[in-house]
């Protein structure tokens, strides 16, 4: 049964079926290597396509790529102006309006600063991470806060992970995809593409 | 509660959270390319580690790489050669275990005659599509069919999609993942991240 619409429970079950209210970072600093150093990883320019396809997908309102190389920036605004409007908005319209809402930052504070600026408020953060933790909290739990108020970041590290001080200061934990198969190395736009199809699967 | 160890019921919960009767095809032939024309498509290199990564995280019993053309079946094979016994074996160990049960088939029909001849079996054929059709059925019913006894191969078209008749020979037809939501253009490493997770995500 659907509340009765107008109402604040109609409005939360409209806003739990929708991602405008929730925004992605793909980061590429501060994240360790193979070596547990931190460091600036490089931009896979197929992570760009992929994730914003599947940001598309489930409506996330936008889609960040996180990186202080001034080069790498260069390298991901043009990418996204061919699709946007280059020769490859003609050749693919699909791959056009994916990158629609794709954005490039030089840090994480930025992002939550241009969040700020658009919606009056800064996102709450929430990040996932391949181990759990005391305060991770289950996908069904992380449903229902993202259809409450508000503006929310949902931050991926690339690399061999986000380094610890992000993960600790987030907002929210998220709990690992496959806690318990003894096997966890996705790469990170196939961990994308799980955790919005179940925080935001129409169902 | 959980039925009593050894009885029918106890192995067909254990059955439903394992992925090893579970098999899994990518292919390259016959699927449409832009112009709806019946074509071979390429070989992804990055198709191959990604999805191999996803069958490892939901312990899929193999995973089936198809084309008909020699040139793209060497390619895949060293690939599959590097990681499990060349250098990057050592290299990168995570990437040896999950193209463990890579293989590499020329047609369709090949790989059910693989699967026949290693479990005694042929297996029931499974599609996704991005259209929804009357005979299309839901994640949770297919659950329960994946749950049941004998093996299963889902089957995953590149390009433009599966051809046809491909399609209309299957068992079932799984449901498109967002069907309403007008925007249907995942790439199919990241269909197939999601559709393994609902059908086979530890709950």
Redesign the interface.
Known sequence: MHPPPGTAADKQEKRGKSGAHIHLALIHFPVYNKNREIVASSVTT?DV??IA??C????IGGFYIVTPLAAQRLLVERIVQHWQTGYGAQYNP??Q??LLNTRVENTLDDVVEDIASRFGEKPRTIVTDATAFPRSVGYGKMRDVLAGPGQNLLMFGTGWGLERGVVQRADYLLAP?????G?????V???I??IL??LL??R
């Not at 598309?56 to 409506?59: H, L, P, V």
């Not at 995809?177 to 198969?181: F, G, L, R, T």
């Not at 096997?183 to 790469?187: D, E, G, I, R, S």
């Open positions: 197929l396509h992929d396809r599947a598309k997908t489930y409506g699909t791959r309006e994916a995809i496959q806690a318990n198969n096997y966890n190395h996705l790469p736009r196939a961990a593409a799980i199809d179940r699967a129409n």
